[in-house]
């Protein structure tokens, strides 16, 4: 970082700048002029945290997606559907008994096997032929996709959340101040979200954790690398696929349970999630988590903010992200580690 | 897969009908009088619909075929060019169709497809492989959220309709006789065309790529602009098949251009066959007398006719599983297992 500084005085000034203004803007109460020009601080500060928490839905679905691509060279176009399902089986698990955590070790159960049956029944038998594996994946999502809505039907189903989630909480910042009293209004926002947040963070950190810390980390960045080496020196490569497979199916599933708790879960939302997947993953860079989490974080925001600031052109935005980062870094912003 | 077909021989002039093989013959003397003896519905829904499709999926054999670049983007290029001869020409929607006559709209129309369809292809080749496929997509799908929600240019979610094909030469080319053999013309010069290009250098060069771009750019050849140039020449297929679109359905919507029917031309070209220039025919014959006709035989079976889409996904599936060239691989191993002596196993003498 000292480093970077050194040899790029002025984008770091440039950087460093731009990081007070926008922790200026997320503290400080506004000034009337600029609340005449950007609206209230209210909409700002709901945009960031709504983008933000959108970002961490985003990175759980990319990241299982980016996971099995950069080691599998499979672009499973079925990574939707099996996001859908998990939301399906985690509003049928919380509808049946209740709680809302059980859902989540339900659909991360019935998603991961369902991966684990795709990997052995299907993928297993055309290794090496990607564009293969990715039509078979396109077919398997239309499959699923009309199973899904053979059973579940065209309805919007959401989740529940447990009693001890539901409502909104005060955090230290200030939206305002009360015309009456004088006094600081704070942002209120719902509780559950920031779980979400806070949950999203610490499974990516815990990824990052056994990726770079553990024997299997260590071997499944060995197998991004150079696959037939991997199985060169005697490591069961077949193993390991299951395993990454079926880990980033289960992640799936849990972001399909999150998504059903703050969205709702519908036919056309496995479609949402794959897009919005490979967007994070051409952004961030393919196979690489961190990058995940960077591209999901910038499509998360630029979502909600364009949503607010520029209804009609909220989808632009978030190509003209992708626009840019093909045409300058076609590799992605962080580039899987060479 | 096969590259070149052999050229046939060049000892007699090129109208001697004579040249054409007996099969080829029977094919074009059969699809010319299909409108004599077929009813509306079928000359209309059927044939005019497959020969759309099929050219679309066409444009997309082209490129995955003889550039080994699976682009999904096909079927939004050939929406932009729907759109636009709608936006261009006349609709019911007057505050955003500027009514310029077809003569002017129709070629506007299919630039334009062409610059969106070059300019997308211009993304994707900036990585390789499998990648295009996800490139394609997203910008498939970002096209599709961008027209649903914008009511100034695209009118949103109800999209454009009475958009009328023009009658000129005495002739409403709205009408099924008509129209047919506009979109038979158009899939045939589509087909010619596609057939030329795959021989003459461009073509040639663009296999090379496909085979190995590294000798070829070693060689000299400009890998990238190779590919672009063989995005838009797809393109413009693709835009022109648009304008028939939109022209058989009478209105163009963001429905059109959703990602389900960008995958339903992956699924034509891929279970037709992409490596001859028919295979997207056949696959978009079978998809759609299976689309109009697939509700009956669901109901027959005892199934609920809504479970067409799980019947396309096996069918798919199974075509994936089971040849790796759709039905023109199924046909040629039965060719070749016919010719074999079935006790030897020797290839017979014919």
Redesign the interface.
Same mark, same amino acid.
């Given at each position: 970082m000292v480093r970077y500084a050194e040899r790029h005085p002025i984008l770091t000034a440039i950087w460093v700048l731009a990081a007070a203004v926008l922790l200026w803007a997320i503290f400080a109460p506004w000034p009337a002029g600029l609340e005449d020009v950007m609206g209230r601080k209210k909409i700002f500060l709901n945009a960031l945290f709504n983008g933000v928490t959108l970002g961490a839905l985003y990175f759980l679905v990319a990241s299982g997606f980016t996971l099995i691509f950069g080691l599998m060279k499979n672009v499973n176009l079925a990574h939707g559907s099996l996001y859908m399902l998990g939301g399906y089986i985690g509003y049928e698990t919380a509808n049946a008994t209740g709680w809302w955590l059980l859902s989540f070790v339900a659909a991360f159960l019935v998603v991961a096997v369902l991966g684990i049956l795709l990997q052995v029944v299907v993928f297993r038998r055309m290794e090496g032929q990607d564009l293969k594996q990715t039509l078979v994946t396109i077919g398997i999502s239309i499959v699923i996709a009309d199973l899904m809505l053979w059973i579940w039907g065209g309805d919007f189903y959401t989740i529940l959340t447990p009693s001890w989630l539901t409502g909104p909480v005060e955090l230290p910042l200030i939206t305002g101040v009360s015309r009456r009293t004088g006094e600081f209004i704070y942002l209120k926002y719902p509780i559950v979200r920031l779980v979400i947040l806070v949950a999203a963070i610490a499974i990516g950190i815990a990824m990052w954790l056994a990726l770079n810390r553990t024997r299997i980390g260590m071997l499944v960045r060995a197998g991004v690398d150079d696959r037939d080496m991997l199985s060169a020196t005697g490591v069961r490569i077949q193993r390991v696929f299951i395993l990454v497979f079926a880990f980033g199916a289960g992640l799936a599933g849990i972001a399909g349970v999150i998504g059903g708790t703050f969205q709702s879960v519908a036919p056309g939302e496995d479609l949402r999630f794959l897009l919005a997947s490979l967007v994070v993953v051409i952004v961030g860079g393919m196979g690489s988590i961190p990058g995940a989490a960077l591209g999901a974080l910038l499509i998360g925001l630029a979502e909600q903010f364009g949503s607010v600031y520029a209804p009609t052109y909220a989808v632009v935005l978030t190509f003209l992200i992708m626009v840019l980062v093909l045409a300058f870094r076609p590799q992605g912003l962080i580039a899987a580690g060479r | 897969m096969a590259v070149t077909d052999e050229r046939e021989a060049f000892q007699s002039p090129w109208w001697d009908v004579s040249r054409i093989p007996l099969h080829l013959f029977v094919v074009g003397v059969v699809l010319l009088i299909i409108p004599l003896i077929a009813n509306d519905f079928i000359v209309r829904q059927i044939f005019s619909y497959a020969f759309i499709l099929g050219t679309i999926a066409l444009s997309l054999m082209f490129l995955a075929g003889y550039g080994n670049m #699976?682009s999904l983007v096909q079927m939004t290029v050939a929406g932009v060019a729907a759109y636009m001869t709608a936006i261009f020409g006349t609709s019911a929607i007057d505050t955003i169709s500027l009514g310029w006559p077809w003569w002017v709209a129709v070629p506007l129309a299919i630039i334009v497809a062409t610059i969106f369809g070059t300019l997308s292809g211009a993304?994707a080749v &900036?990585?390789e492989? !499998? *990648?295009t $496929?996800? /490139?394609t997509?997203? !910008?498939a799908?970002?096209m599709f *959220?961008?027209v649903r929600?914008? *009511?100034?240019l695209f009118n949103g979610f109800s999209g454009l309709n009475q958009v009328n094909a023009p009658v000129f030469w005495g002739v409403n080319w709205r009408d099924p006789a008509p129209f047919y053999y506009l979109s038979l013309l158009i899939a045939a010069l589509a087909y010619g065309l596609v057939r030329y290009v795959s021989r003459a250098p461009f073509g040639l060069a663009l296999q090379g790529v496909r085979d190995n771009a590294r000798r070829m750019a070693a060689l000299g050849f400009n890998v990238t602009a190779h590919r672009i140039a063989a995005y838009a020449f797809a393109s413009f297929i693709a835009g022109t098949a648009g304008v028939l679109l939109v022209w058989l359905n009478g209105q163009v919507s963001p429905g059109t251009i959703a #990602?389900g029917p960008a /995958?339903d031309i992956? $699924?034509i070209a #891929?279970v037709g066959g992409i490596s001859h220039p028919i295979g997207p025919f056949l696959g978009a014959i079978l998809y759609v007398l299976l689309r109009t006709f697939a509700l009956d035989v669901l109901v027959s079976l005892g199934l609920s006719g809504? &479970?067409f889409?799980?019947l $396309?996904?096996?069918g %798919?599936?199974a075509v #994936? %599983?089971f040849s790796?060239d759709g039905l023109l691989g199924l046909w040629s191993r039965f060719r070749e297992r016919a010719r074999r002596d079935p006790v030897t196993g020797e290839r017979r003498e014919e």
């Amino acid at each position: 970082m000292v480093r970077y500084a050194e040899r790029h005085p002025i984008l770091t000034a440039i950087w460093v700048l731009a990081a007070a203004v926008l922790l200026w803007a997320i503290f400080a109460p506004w000034p009337a002029g600029l609340e005449d020009v950007m609206g209230r601080k209210k909409i700002f500060l709901n945009a960031l945290f709504n983008g933000v928490t959108l970002g961490a839905l985003y990175f759980l679905v990319a990241s299982g997606f980016t996971l099995i691509f950069g080691l599998m060279k499979n672009v499973n176009l079925a990574h939707g559907s099996l996001y859908m399902l998990g939301g399906y089986i985690g509003y049928e698990t919380a509808n049946a008994t209740g709680w809302w955590l059980l859902s989540f070790v339900a659909a991360f159960l019935v998603v991961a096997v369902l991966g684990i049956l795709l990997q052995v029944v299907v993928f297993r038998r055309m290794e090496g032929q990607d564009l293969k594996q990715t039509l078979v994946t396109i077919g398997i999502s239309i499959v699923i996709a009309d199973l899904m809505l053979w059973i579940w039907g065209g309805d919007f189903y959401t989740i529940l959340t447990p009693s001890w989630l539901t409502g909104p909480v005060e955090l230290p910042l200030i939206t305002g101040v009360s015309r009456r009293t004088g006094e600081f209004i704070y942002l209120k926002y719902p509780i559950v979200r920031l779980v979400i947040l806070v949950a999203a963070i610490a499974i990516g950190i815990a990824m990052w954790l056994a990726l770079n810390r553990t024997r299997i980390g260590m071997l499944v960045r060995a197998g991004v690398d150079d696959r037939d080496m991997l199985s060169a020196t005697g490591v069961r490569i077949q193993r390991v696929f299951i395993l990454v497979f079926a880990f980033g199916a289960g992640l799936a599933g849990i972001a399909g349970v999150i998504g059903g708790t703050f969205q709702s879960v519908a036919p056309g939302e496995d479609l949402r999630f794959l897009l919005a997947s490979l967007v994070v993953v051409i952004v961030g860079g393919m196979g690489s988590i961190p990058g995940a989490a960077l591209g999901a974080l910038l499509i998360g925001l630029a979502e909600q903010f364009g949503s607010v600031y520029a209804p009609t052109y909220a989808v632009v935005l978030t190509f003209l992200i992708m626009v840019l980062v093909l045409a300058f870094r076609p590799q992605g912003l962080i580039a899987a580690g060479r | 897969m096969a590259v070149t077909d052999e050229r046939e021989a060049f000892q007699s002039p090129w109208w001697d009908v004579s040249r054409i093989p007996l099969h080829l013959f029977v094919v074009g003397v059969v699809l010319l009088i299909i409108p004599l003896i077929a009813n509306d519905f079928i000359v209309r829904q059927i044939f005019s619909y497959a020969f759309i499709l099929g050219t679309i999926a066409l444009s997309l054999m082209f490129l995955a075929g003889y550039g080994n670049m #699976v682009s999904l983007v096909q079927m939004t290029v050939a929406g932009v060019a729907a759109y636009m001869t709608a936006i261009f020409g006349t609709s019911a929607i007057d505050t955003i169709s500027l009514g310029w006559p077809w003569w002017v709209a129709v070629p506007l129309a299919i630039i334009v497809a062409t610059i969106f369809g070059t300019l997308s292809g211009a993304l994707a080749v &900036r990585t390789e492989g !499998i *990648y295009t $496929i996800m /490139i394609t997509l997203a !910008i498939a799908a970002a096209m599709f *959220y961008l027209v649903r929600q914008n *009511y100034t240019l695209f009118n949103g979610f109800s999209g454009l309709n009475q958009v009328n094909a023009p009658v000129f030469w005495g002739v409403n080319w709205r009408d099924p006789a008509p129209f047919y053999y506009l979109s038979l013309l158009i899939a045939a010069l589509a087909y010619g065309l596609v057939r030329y290009v795959s021989r003459a250098p461009f073509g040639l060069a663009l296999q090379g790529v496909r085979d190995n771009a590294r000798r070829m750019a070693a060689l000299g050849f400009n890998v990238t602009a190779h590919r672009i140039a063989a995005y838009a020449f797809a393109s413009f297929i693709a835009g022109t098949a648009g304008v028939l679109l939109v022209w058989l359905n009478g209105q163009v919507s963001p429905g059109t251009i959703a #990602v389900g029917p960008a /995958i339903d031309i992956l $699924i034509i070209a #891929v279970v037709g066959g992409i490596s001859h220039p028919i295979g997207p025919f056949l696959g978009a014959i079978l998809y759609v007398l299976l689309r109009t006709f697939a509700l009956d035989v669901l109901v027959s079976l005892g199934l609920s006719g809504e &479970r067409f889409q799980l019947l $396309i996904g096996l069918g %798919f599936l199974a075509v #994936v %599983f089971f040849s790796s060239d759709g039905l023109l691989g199924l046909w040629s191993r039965f060719r070749e297992r016919a010719r074999r002596d079935p006790v030897t196993g020797e290839r017979r003498e014919e």
